[in-house]
């Protein structure tokens, strides 16, 4: 596997090859999840002449100004190690200054619609920052797939979205969450939780399949049509006050449509439209983020 810090280096690398690559954009720290994406991004590319492309970035862009950025695990050597062996042929991986020569006054804010609710209301710019900082690695890569997990299913969808209205030429490929034996959705962020909050976090996704189980159950029994606002106020009330027993701190607990992460209405919960539960709440010091689709 080939390391390369410049732009210009990449540019010159990727030139050599007759197809356009494909791309896992990551913040290091690596777990499973993400040679999960790798795997999937050579299995892609298999037979042709492309490139298996990672980048490594904290990219500052969104971190709010309360978040870890400072303290965000950079764990470069082991990482390049993990890649390398999941069949990575390529890891970019810019210092700030690379790929931010200047202030970044240039910016790609997604629409209010899907990147204010949910994440976008409790980490304010958020998803400006993702979006600026991907656009960018798009740029600089030029891929024809890049490989997202579904575990950031909100930035899944704002990526996908970018990608469309943007005519970018690539194919935003969604890969499911990978998870520990326990159920424990993998995540840098989980090197944060002591032995006995590791233990306490399989909460949350006990929470999700509550929630998952009591949409299955309605749809599955023979009744007029619910009153949908009261009965997800209930679910997602009970959620989260059960988190909260238990010592939590929960932003969200909610169910929404696949499509566009808005509640469904009556004759979608009990219909056949695709949901998503999906979860964001504090542990400790340690913010925990999951879902689930029905």
Request: charged content about 20%.
């Amino acid at each position: 596997m080939r390391i390369i810090h410049r732009v210009a280096e990449l540019r010159e690398a990727l030139s050599a090859t007759q197809q356009a690559p494909v791309f896992v954009p990551t913040m290091g720290n690596l777990h499973e999840g993400h040679l999960d994406l790798i795997r999937r991004a050579k299995q892609h590319v298999a037979g042709s002449d492309s490139l298996v492309v990672a980048s490594i970035f904290v990219n500052r862009l969104q971190f709010g100004p309360n978040e870890d950025f400072d303290r965000y695990p950079r764990t470069m050597e082991r990482d390049a190690q993990l890649l390398a062996s999941a069949g990575c042929d390529i890891l970019f991986a810019p210092d700030e200054a690379e790929l931010y020569p200047e202030p970044q006054g240039y910016k790609v804010v997604p629409p209010d619609t899907l990147a204010n609710l949910l994440e976008g209301e409790f980490r304010p710019g958020f998803f400006t920052g993702v979006c600026t900082v991907v656009h960018k690695l798009f740029n600089i890569v030029q891929p024809r797939a890049a490989f997202f997990g579904k575990k950031d299913y909100q930035q899944l969808m704002v990526i996908r979205t970018m990608v469309r209205q943007m005519a970018l030429p690539i194919d935003i490929v969604p890969v499911d969450t990978t998870r520990a034996a326990e159920g424990l959705a993998l995540s840098s962020r989980n090197g944060y939780l002591s032995d006995a909050e590791r233990t306490e976090a399989l909460a949350l996704i006990r929470s999700l399949k509550t929630i998952q189980a009591a949409v299955k159950d309605l749809r599955a029994a023979s009744q007029p049509a619910v009153d949908a606002a009261a009965w997800l106020h209930q679910v997602e009330a009970d959620a989260k006050s059960g988190l909260a027993a238990r010592g939590w701190l929960p932003d969200y607990v909610t169910l929404r449509r696949q499509f566009d992460l808005l509640p469904p209405t009556a004759a979608q919960l009990q219909g056949t439209e695709p949901l998503v539960v999906l979860a964001a709440a504090k542990l400790g010091t340690t913010r925990l983020i999951d879902n689930l689709e029905v």
